[in-house]
């Protein structure tokens, strides 16, 4: 098992910053691909950005690309989310996963939340216009 906890979620205004994290513990290392998803409400889960735990590959959703970056720092067990150019579309719970096996489907591998295997409680974040 892998327990995930998030934090740093917030309220904040458009154009604001945060640094969500995720801090894994139990059988981490069989982690293969950290992820973030959120949900808003009304909507589905959607995919946010991921990355290969073990270093390199990277994912982002177009809506994300170019002002949310991704990063792990391995040695604490953490996922961390830097979030910069908030925009009031970005207000919802915010989700880190896990995947804990190797995946054979491509960047779907990353994308989808189906292959992850545990996922946290979730942090609300609000921007406020």
């Known amino acids: 098992q892998v327990l995930l906890v998030e934090s740093g979620g917030g309220l904040v205004q458009a154009g604001d910053s945060l640094r969500l994290s995720c801090t894994a513990s139990?059988?981490?290392?069989?982690?293969?691909?950290m992820g973030w998803f959120r949900q808003a409400p009304g909507k589905e889960r959607e995919f946010v950005a991921a990355?290969?735990?073990?270093?390199?590959?990277?994912y982002y959703a177009n809506s994300v690309k170019g002002r949310f970056t991704i990063s792990t720092d391995n040695a604490k067990n953490t996922l961390y989310l830097q979030m910069n150019s908030l925009k009031p579309e970005d207000t919802a719970v915010y989700y880190c996963?896990?995947?804990?096996?190797?995946?054979?489907?491509?960047?779907?591998?990353?994308?989808?939340?189906?292959?992850?295997?545990?996922w946290g409680q979730g942090t609300q974040v609000t921007v406020s216009s």
């Open positions: 139990g059988r981490t290392f069989s982690t293969d691909a």
């Open positions: 996963a896990a995947r804990s096996r190797p995946c054979l489907g491509g960047t779907g591998c990353y994308t989808n939340a189906v292959v992850y295997h545990y």
């Open positions: 990355i290969r735990w073990s270093g390199g590959n990277t």
